[in-house]
């Protein structure tokens, strides 16, 4: 037995299950919960239960947005001759920051047979319907085996549109995750991205 009321073994279990955080971080953050008044510890609950009614998928792009559509979405100063084809809405900040321009698409994951996630499974249908008018469509995915089978089946299943496509150019690591790359990295790959043939 731990000591500790089961309320906030509750809490210290719940910050466990978060990505990266550790039982002694879980820990260390359920204690300080306890140390904050009230006020914080109702707006923080509130903020909580208001991601689970507020916050939505944006029905062009997928990526979370607290109404129908994104604020990049609903953008008219954006190119909209651009898409860019990232993994989880999370990556959109990253080439948020980069200073891209253009539109994004998110699929909602990457193909992966041994994880039971097929192509049928993405947001891949959505993308067919957004490609008229489009000059080029870039994917910004990963280099893990999962990336790699995902890019594959998108370039060989747009190749007959005639729309150039093209990915981040070498720099990132092979087998590496886009959210662990530094923003000069990412930035410079970015920007000499290769068109595929």
Do not use: W
Not at 28 to 35: A, D, N, P, Q, V
Not at 81 to 109: Q, Y
Not at 129 to 158: H, K
């Amino acid at each position: 037995m731990s000591g500790l009321p089961k309320t906030l073994e509750k809490i210290i279990d719940s910050f466990s299950r978060l990505p990266g955080i550790g039982k002694k971080t879980a820990q260390r953050l359920g204690m300080y919960i306890m140390k904050m008044d009230n006020e914080f510890v109702s707006d923080f609950a509130n903020a909580l239960l208001e991601i689970e009614n507020n916050i939505y998928s944006c029905s062009i792009c997928n990526n979370f947005s607290d109404s129908e559509t994104c604020s990049i979405c609903s953008d008219p100063t954006r190119s909209s001759r651009m898409i860019c084809i990232v993994e989880n809405p999370s990556d959109i900040i990253l080439f948020e920051n980069t200073g891209f321009n253009g539109f994004f698409h998110v699929l909602g994951g990457l193909i992966s047979p041994l994880d039971g996630v097929s192509p049928e499974d993405l947001s891949i249908k959505t993308l067919l319907d957004r490609i008229n008018n489009i000059d080029e469509i870039i994917l910004a995915i990963g280099t893990s085996i999962e990336g790699e089978a995902t890019s594959l089946y998108l370039i060989n299943l747009l190749k007959p549109f005639n729309i150039k496509i093209s990915r981040l150019s070498q720099g990132l690591p092979v087998g590496g995750y886009l959210e662990y790359i530094d923003k000069a990295t990412l930035e410079k790959s970015f920007l000499e991205r290769v068109e595929i043939n």
